[in-house]
């Protein structure tokens, strides 16, 4: 699973939004705002 670093996000200038199903939304995410969370195995990719 990915984690966005949401307050590195908004600190860089960008906005969020909920869409009426819950899920927040933004413009982009740079590759450095993201972390591995949990672990991954291979048939999961």
Known sequence: MLA???GQ???AGFL???AD???WLT???S???LTFQ???QDHDL
């Open 38 to 40: 949990g672990s991954v």
């Open 4 to 6: 966005v670093e949401a």
């Open 27 to 29: 413009e982009g995410v």
């Open 21 to 23: 199903n819950g899920v």
């Open 9 to 11: 996000v908004f600190r």
């Open 16 to 18: 969020f939004y909920r």
């Open 31 to 33: 590759p450095d705002d």
